[in-house]
């Protein structure tokens, strides 16, 4: 045979090995096992294809569930296992209950919200769905969240806490209010949600309690700002932890939830500083309620948590966006939040400045009784804590937009000194306010400096206040007596001279959705705390339900 026909059978021969392999691989399972075991020691090609290959390895056994990290596990642990015995606590969560409410119903007024707002498509009406206040929306409980926290707020006039981290704790309303009357709705109807309960109001005073603690505990020594995160982080987290409870969730469910809040994408705070100031910062809230209620339904159907969310090393949140530092906590949870919380009572105002602007409205009245105005202004210093100058100090910053004009200090206070009034038309383009050149140039000459004790005391537990004061230079070279003032009127120290004004200010913002009888009903309801606590939550949330609202 010729080297040549040798070549070519055995090129032949090779080509076909292949597809004698191919073969052996398809044969039935027995015969592979038995050719497994006949295999020699020298066929180990074989023998890592054999069924019984794991048997007979050194492979380690399947891995032990995690522990959560300690912070996830108090948060759950606090939500299923700590009761509220703290009627202070619960006086404080009524009044911020109807503040809030009010809060959304005045955000109503507003056609930039109200376009937010509805179904996502156009007639579609849930049934046993969350029904919105101030509409004749009735929406699924996600949608409902987003709904409601976005009326909330969208005017920045409802409460406030602020420490190393800032917020609006009732922001968690949205998803609280949202999935409550659901649930109720849903269970009278004969369903078994959240164990087949219709939920009282004071069972959702309870959960704004502990969503206010959450929140706000964590705030206490953790600044989210400085590394460019959003404070709707917290109430994500907040939302979740206390709607997974309402819905019968088990605590590892909770903790599955809060995992899931955590490791969800976080908003940058962009939208809320120059040059990118937007009317995301009003929604920015709903959109954190919406998202904490999606995600703890996703959990209701099975779907587990992160264990290690935030410790885990490279992936976990401290390492990726909390400059690998972990959480500081300055006290366990309990009902601290909701008893020291803020009220914005006097101006719809970014909270830092709200002193400033009761200081601005004493300078006003003293220019009027001195037979002058805020035209004879020359400059004015306005002595602040550092969180007042990080956050609305915007001096020589463009006012281009609502959301411009409601985070700055220097126009929030030339408004009060020009016309002794700060109301939410103040801020619309094209407004009185927005459009005076007199504003503008005085908005220009107010200098802020920090005082760092007033600095001190804002972070001071025991203190908390936000001082503002103002020292006003005129043009012929007269210096007014500098005005103080440390603590706001929503302030805890000022919570019984509060609460009346508190009141005014929820009924004013009832008004213009309600008949006078109708706003007296609710006013009366609100005011007598034990008929208000026992009412079901969906019967007191078809009270304010409008089916010809002028405003969506």
Same mark, same amino acid.
């Not at 409460?159 to 849903?186: F, K, M, Q, Y």
């Not at 101006?347 to 709200?354: L, N």
């Given at each position: 045979?010729?080297?040549?026909?040798?070549?070519?059978?055995?090129?032949? %021969?090779?080509?076909?090995?292949?597809?004698?392999?191919? *073969?052996?691989?398809?044969?039935?399972?027995?015969?592979?096992?038995?050719?497994?075991?006949?295999?020699?020691?020298?066929?180990?090609?074989?023998?890592?294809?054999?069924?019984?290959?794991?048997?007979?390895?050194?492979?380690?056994?399947?891995?032990?569930?995690?522990?959560?990290?300690?912070?996830?596990?108090?948060?759950?642990?606090?939500?299923?296992?700590?009761?509220?015995?703290?009627?202070?606590?619960?006086?404080?969560?009524?009044?911020?209950?109807?503040?809030?409410?009010?809060?959304?119903?005045?955000?109503?007024?507003?056609?930039?919200?109200?376009?937010?707002?509805?179904?996502?498509?156009?007639?579609?009406?849930?049934?046993?769905?969350?029904?919105?206040?101030?509409?004749?929306?009735?929406?699924?409980?996600?949608?409902?969240?987003?709904?409601?926290?976005?009326?909330?707020?969208?005017?920045?006039?409802?409460?406030?806490?602020?420490?190393?981290?800032?917020?609006?704790?009732?922001?968690?309303?949205?998803?609280?209010?949202?999935?409550?009357?659901?649930?109720?709705?849903?269970?009278?109807?004969?369903?078994?949600?959240?164990?087949? %309960?219709?939920?009282?109001?004071?069972?959702?005073?309870?959960?704004?309690?502990?969503?206010?603690?959450?929140?706000?505990?964590?705030?206490?020594?953790?600044?989210?700002?400085?590394?460019?995160?959003?404070?709707?982080?917290?109430?994500?987290?907040?939302?979740?932890?206390?709607?997974?409870?309402?819905?019968?969730?088990?605590?590892?469910?909770?903790?599955?939830?809060?995992?899931?809040?955590?490791?969800?994408?976080?908003?940058?705070?962009?939208? *809320?500083?120059?040059?990118?100031?937007?009317?995301?910062?009003?929604?920015?809230?709903?959109?954190?309620?919406?998202?904490?209620?999606?995600?703890?339904?996703?959990?209701?159907?099975?779907?587990?948590?992160?264990?290690?969310?935030?410790?885990?090393?490279?992936?976990?949140?401290?390492?990726?966006?909390?400059?690998?530092?972990?959480?500081?906590?300055?006290?366990?949870?309990?009902?601290?939040?909701?008893?020291?919380?803020?009220?914005?009572?006097?101006?719809?105002?970014?909270?830092?400045?709200?002193?400033?602007?009761?200081?601005?409205?004493?300078?006003?009245?003293?220019?009027?009784?001195?037979? %002058?105005?805020?035209?004879?202004?020359?400059?004015?210093?306005?002595?602040?804590?550092?969180?007042?100058?990080?956050?609305?100090?915007?001096?020589?910053?463009?006012?281009?937009?609502?959301?411009?004009?409601?985070?700055?200090?220097?126009?929030?206070?030339?408004?009060?000194?020009?016309?002794?009034?700060?109301?939410?038309?103040?801020?619309?383009?094209?407004?009185?306010?927005?459009?005076?050149?007199?504003?503008?140039?005085?908005?220009?000459?107010? %200098?802020?400096?920090?005082?760092?004790?007033?600095?001190?005391?804002?972070?001071?537990?025991?203190?908390?206040?936000?001082?503002?004061?103002?020292?006003?230079?005129?043009?012929?070279?007269?210096?007014?007596?500098?005005?103080?003032?440390?603590?706001?009127?929503?302030?805890?120290?000022?919570?019984?001279?509060?609460?009346?004004?508190?009141?005014?200010?929820?009924?004013?913002?009832?008004?213009?959705?309600?008949?006078?009888?109708?706003?007296?009903?609710?006013?009366?309801?609100?005011?007598?705390?034990?008929?208000?606590?026992?009412?079901?939550?969906?019967?007191?949330?078809?009270?304010?339900?409008?089916?010809?609202?002028?405003?969506?």
């Amino acid at each position: 045979m010729s080297a040549i026909n040798r070549s070519v059978r055995t090129a032949t %021969k090779n080509l076909r090995l292949p597809a004698i392999h191919s *073969r052996a691989l398809r044969a039935p399972l027995s015969l592979t096992l038995r050719a497994t075991v006949q295999a020699s020691p020298r066929t180990p090609a074989f023998r890592q294809f054999s069924a019984m290959s794991p048997l007979q390895s050194g492979a380690p056994p399947p891995p032990q569930a995690r522990e959560y990290d300690p912070e996830i596990k108090d948060i759950a642990s606090y939500v299923h296992h700590t009761p509220i015995t703290s009627d202070l606590a619960f006086d404080t969560a009524r009044f911020v209950f109807l503040d809030t409410l009010g809060c959304g119903l005045e955000g109503l007024r507003f056609k930039e919200c109200t376009k937010l707002l509805g179904p996502i498509v156009e007639g579609t009406v849930v049934p046993n769905g969350t029904k919105v206040p101030g509409t004749p929306f009735q929406l699924d409980p996600v949608n409902g969240a987003f709904n409601i926290g976005a009326m909330i707020r969208w005017l920045d006039y409802n409460d406030c806490w602020l420490a190393a981290e800032w917020g609006h704790p009732s922001d968690n309303l949205g998803a609280i209010l949202a999935v409550a009357d659901w649930i109720s709705r849903t269970n009278r109807a004969g369903g078994k949600l959240g164990n087949g %309960k219709v939920i009282t109001v004071k069972e959702v005073l309870e959960a704004m309690i502990k969503a206010h603690e959450i929140q706000g505990c964590l705030a206490l020594l953790n600044s989210f700002n400085k590394v460019g995160l959003d404070h709707v982080v917290l109430v994500k987290v907040a939302s979740a932890a206390v709607v997974s409870k309402m819905l019968g969730l088990s605590e590892k469910q909770t903790a599955d939830a809060v995992s899931q809040a955590w490791v969800d994408g976080q908003s940058l705070r962009t939208y *809320r500083h120059s040059p990118n100031t937007m009317s995301r910062k009003s929604w920015a809230a709903g959109d954190a309620c919406q998202r904490a209620v999606n995600l703890v339904l996703k959990v209701m159907k099975g779907e587990p948590g992160v264990p290690t969310v935030l410790s885990a090393p490279v992936w976990g949140f401290y390492d990726v966006l909390f400059k690998g530092n972990k959480f500081e906590f300055q006290r366990p949870y309990g009902s601290y939040v909701m008893e020291n919380v803020l009220f914005k009572v006097s101006y719809p105002a970014e909270f830092h400045s709200q002193t400033a602007i009761e200081a601005a409205k004493r300078i006003h009245k003293q220019l009027a009784d001195q037979g %002058k105005s805020a035209a004879d202004i020359k400059e004015i210093t306005c002595r602040t804590h550092e969180a007042c100058i990080r956050i609305i100090d915007k001096q020589f910053k463009p006012m281009d937009n609502f959301a411009d004009r409601d985070h700055c200090i220097q126009y929030m206070a030339a408004v009060m000194l020009v016309y002794g009034r700060l109301e939410a038309t103040d801020y619309t383009d094209g407004g009185e306010a927005a459009t005076s050149p007199l504003v503008e140039s005085l908005r220009q000459k107010i %200098k802020c400096v920090e005082d760092p004790q007033f600095t001190r005391d804002y972070h001071n537990e025991n203190m908390r206040t936000i001082p503002n004061a103002l020292t006003v230079t005129l043009n012929d070279g007269t210096v007014l007596e500098e005005v103080v003032v440390e603590a706001p009127l929503g302030h805890k120290l000022r919570r019984e001279e509060a609460k009346p004004e508190i009141l005014a200010k929820y009924k004013r913002h009832l008004g213009p959705h309600y008949s006078e009888e109708k706003v007296k009903e609710l006013v009366d309801l609100g005011n007598d705390a034990k008929r208000l606590e026992a009412m079901a939550v969906d019967e007191y949330v078809d009270l304010y339900v409008s089916k010809d609202s002028k405003f969506v």
